[in-house]
């Protein structure tokens, strides 16, 4: 897997979970949820990772050949998880260097971005504040179930943690905001 291009994996991260957001809203059809999982399955290939683009073939043909709509839901969000888990499951197995891998980067900081006390403070000082979004939207959530833009506040809130804590090199604190 080291000759995937990041800023691609990347992208395709990002498009998977935007597509998660959609099948958890329900705004999406039935014809409109597969065309967004082929769409994903064309720039997984791209990106080199057939394995998720494998995955996503195996379960629109599961899909097609089930006809009742409830199960539909189930398998999509299914599917989408599971490459959510095979995506992440490759970003601890080979975590990114892109500052490694820059010559002009290497040796420029004595300090893992994780050990900077300036950095850990700030990424506390963020993460709380988008955890307390998150309760008012849970909040807003128990009274409302379909409330699209409190929904689409946590998905954001526990996206930025996830992004930020792996920046970082916070492995626990990234995973526990993916699963999240």
Do not use: W
Not at 161 to 177: P, Y
């Amino acid at each position: 897997m080291s000759d995937l291009d990041p800023i691609a994996i990347d992208t395709l991260c990002t498009r998977v979970d935007n597509a998660a957001v959609q099948i958890v809203l329900g705004s999406l059809d039935s014809m409109q949820r597969a065309e967004l999982l082929k769409g994903i399955g064309d720039e997984a290939g791209r990106a080199g990772r057939l394995d998720v683009a494998r995955v996503i073939d195996d379960a629109i043909g599961v899909i097609s050949g089930t006809t009742e709509p409830a199960a539909h839901d189930a398998l999509y969000s299914d599917c989408i998880t599971r490459i959510q888990q095979m995506l992440c499951s490759s970003e601890t197995d080979h975590p990114p260097s892109a500052v490694t891998d820059r010559p002009e980067m290497a040796g420029s900081s004595s300090v893992p971005l994780g050990e900077d006390l300036e950095l850990l403070k700030d990424f506390i000082l963020e993460s709380r504040d988008h955890l307390t979004q998150v309760e008012l939207q849970m909040i807003t959530l128990e009274k409302d179930p379909g409330n699209g833009e409190a929904i689409n506040t946590v998905f954001r809130a526990f996206h930025t943690i996830k992004g930020l804590a792996g920046f970082l090199g916070l492995d626990g604190i990234r995973e526990v905001a993916h699963e999240t």
